[in-house]
């Protein structure tokens, strides 16, 4: 069972930008498809945003345009570049991968 540790959230303010990052404890490249989710207070986990394997994308209509995926397989990381953050962003954010999911980074944007 991969492990995932997320990491780079923090508070800033509308129109900021963050860069979170997701390290998994084994290699990545066999996952086919790994994602971000995120909950805000009250809400359901939604998806964010996705990514295969070879570098297909998928976006929530919601983060389309200002966020972009990334994964790096040597260094068994994904990413989420958020810009442009508004304050409907404010959620803890999750990395999965298969069965595994990380224990949240909590993204706070002030307007």
């Known amino acids: 069972q991969v492990q995932l540790v997320e990491s780079g959230g923090g508070l800033v303010q509308a129109g900021g930008s963050l860069r979170l990052s997701c390290a998994a404890s084994g290699s990545i490249f066999r996952f086919n498809t790994m994602g971000w989710y995120r909950q805000a207070p009250g809400k359901q986990r939604e998806l964010v945003a996705a990514?295969?394997?070879?570098?297909?994308?998928n976006y929530a209509d919601s983060v389309k345009g200002r966020f972009t995926i990334s994964r790096d397989n040597a260094k068994n990381t994904v990413y989420l570049q958020m810009n442009s953050l508004k304050p409907e962003d404010t959620a803890v954010y999750y990395c999965?991968?298969?069965?595994?999911w990380g224990q949240g980074t909590q993204v706070t944007v002030s307007s």
């Open positions: 999965n991968i298969a069965t595994a």
């Open positions: 990514i295969t394997r070879v570098a297909g994308t």
